[in-house]
T-cell receptor
Framework: GQSLEQPSEVTAVEGAIVQINCTYQ??????LSWYQQHDGGAPTFLSY????GLEETGRFSSFLSRSDSYGYLLLQELQMKDSASYFC???????????FGSGTRLLVRP | GAGVSQSPSNKVTEKGKDVELRCDPI?????LYWYRQRLGQGLEFLIY????????KSGLPSDRFSAERTGESVSTLTIQRTQQEDSAVYLC?????????????FGPGTRLTVT
């Protein structure tokens, strides 16, 4: 089976940097994705790591360490609009099925 | 269309009734996924289509749930004899093909309330 663990809530200040961690357990592993979901909205794809290392997309970066079964999403220069839920999602057991973590609710304060 | 669309956006039904939820994926996307999301929770995988076939139905919670896809486009998720625990947001997503499942494009969802 597969499971992904994330903190339930994170609070940070506008302009700061925040890191959202994700640890996973899986019998097979094909990569880690990150999605953003605003309240009442649809999940939106942010990034994907198939290999170890850092992927950067503007203010957002995602990191993966397969040896540690661990990844994180890094958000820089936080803006109020970044307040949302963030989900890590793993491809494991099969190469086509995404299994989602329970999500981390990020609150950005002024 | 430009994105994934779903209808209806909201559905209120009485316990025991059947409901049909519709998903129109992005044109050209051959892979289609259905998820269920309960309030404040993550996404629960229900079923996956590649083209018109469903290689994995393992996430369907019970035999009251079924889904089909025709013409490699529109998909419908049917819930028979709805129960209160079926109340959730049902999300549909598509990806270019099943070799790119990590990047899925989601529709706005159907909020189902069973009274």
């Amino acid at each position: 089976g597969q499971s992904l663990e994330q903190p339930s809530e994170v609070t940070a200040v506008e302009g700061a940097i925040v890191q959202i961690n994700c640890t996973y357990q899986t019998s097979g592993f094909y990569g880690l994705s990150w999605y953003q979901q605003h309240d009442g909205g649809a999940p939106t794809f942010l990034s994907y790591n198939a290999l170890d290392g850092l992927e950067e997309t503007g203010r957002f970066s995602s990191f993966l360490s397969r040896s540690d079964s661990y990844g994180y999403l890094l958000l820089q220069e936080l803006q109020m609009k970044d307040s949302a839920s963030y989900f890590c999602a793993g491809l494991g057991d099969s190469s086509y099925k995404l299994i989602f973590g329970s999500g981390t609710r990020l609150l950005v304060r002024p | 269309g430009a994105g994934v669309s779903q209808s209806p956006s909201n559905k209120v039904t009485e316990k025991g009734k059947d409901v049909e939820l519709r998903c129109d994926p992005i044109s050209g996307h051959t892979a289609l996924y259905w998820y269920r999301q309960r309030l404040g929770q993550g996404l629960e995988f229900l079923i996956y289509f590649q083209g018109n076939s469903a290689p994995d139905k393992s996430g369907l919670p019970s035999d009251r749930f079924s889904a089909e896809r025709t013409g490699e486009s529109v998909s419908t998720l049917t819930i028979q004899r709805t129960q209160q625990e079926d109340s959730a947001v049902y999300l549909c997503a598509s990806s270019l093909n099943d070799r790119n499942p990590y990047e899925q494009y989601f529709g706005p969802g159907t909020r189902l309330t069973v009274t």
